[in-house]
Nanobody
Framework: QVQLVESGGGLVQAGGSLRLSCAASGRPFTNYVMGWFRQAPGREREFVAGISRSGDSTATADSAKGRFTISRDNAKNTVYLQMNSLKPEDTAVYYC???????????????????WGQGTQVTVSS
């Protein structure tokens, strides 16, 4: 089992930036494909970005392309989400998740992620 703790959320004006971090503990971090998801009030949880175990492959939702970048530091057991040019519609609780994926594929489906953090609130004001 792996424990995930997100940090870095907060209140920012539209056009601003935030960097979210997710620290993992427990089993070897390199066992997991990592992902970031978000959930706004009244909406389903949605995929934002994912990264392979080695970090050499990533995927990003269309809504985040060109603005958000996922990365990981396996030496620090941490995955990051750099968010630039933030918009009010980015307001949500952001969750870090880990996937035990036998083929190491970057997956976008919530059901394929085995472990979740508690979430961190991101609020973008207009």
């Amino acid at each position: 089992q792996v424990q995930l703790v997100e940090s870095g959320g907060g209140l920012v004006q539209a056009g601003g930036s935030l960097r979210l971090s997710c620290a993992a503990s427990g089993r070897p971090f390199t066992n997991y494909v990592m992902g970031w998801f978000r959930q706004a009030p009244g909406r389903e949880r949605e995929f934002v970005a994912g990264i392979s175990r080695s970090g050499d492959s990533t995927a990003t939702a269309d809504s985040a392309k060109g603005r958000f970048t996922i990365s990981r530091d396996n030496a620090k057991n941490t995955v990051y989400l750099q968010m630039n040019s933030l918009k009010p519609e980015d307001t949500a609780v952001y969750y870090c998740a880990a996937s035990i994926n036998p083929f190491g594929l970057v997956v976008r489906t919530t059901g394929l992620y085995n472990y979740w953090g508690q979430g961190t609130q991101v609020t973008v004001s207009s």
